[in-house]
């Protein structure tokens, strides 16, 4: 059974930080690229950013680029988000996932993802 827990989300003001983690089980982390995505209400769920199998590749949507951080550490089956200078429209709940399939590769299209977590919401201030 594969699970994915995360947390770390909370409220913060406008140009604060905050650190994301996902706990993962049930499944050999290391061979899976993992990703964020994040679902504001009444929006779609929109890719955030992703990591090869490896940690050795990321990938950012325009909208964070510069201001998140994707990284994984293999040995404690966990993957993070650090999140700076966050902004109002930052607003979501965020979720991580696993890929389909062993690759070398990262995705940002949702389908390619099979399991996910159960989301931790992130309140931005103005």
């Known amino acids: 059974q594969v699970q994915l827990v995360e947390s770390g989300g909370g409220l913060v003001q406008a140009g604060g930080s905050l650190r994301l983690s996902c706990a993962a089980s049930g499944r050999t982390f290391s061979r899976y690229a993992m990703g964020w995505f994040r679902q504001a209400p009444g929006k779609e769920r929109e890719f955030v950013a992703a990591i090869t199998s490896s940690g050795g590749t990321t990938h950012y949507a325009d909208s964070v680029k510069g201001r998140f951080t994707i990284s994984r550490d293999n040995s404690e089956n966990t993957l993070y988000l650090q999140m700076n200078s966050l902004k109002p429209e930052d607003t979501a709940v965020y979720y991580c996932?696993?890929?389909?399939?062993?690759?070398?590769?990262?995705?940002?299209?949702?389908?390619?993802?099979?399991?996910w977590g159960q989301g931790t919401q992130v309140t931005v201030s103005s």
């Open positions: 996932a696993t890929a389909r399939y062993y690759s070398t590769t990262y995705y940002t299209a949702r389908n390619r993802y099979d399991y």
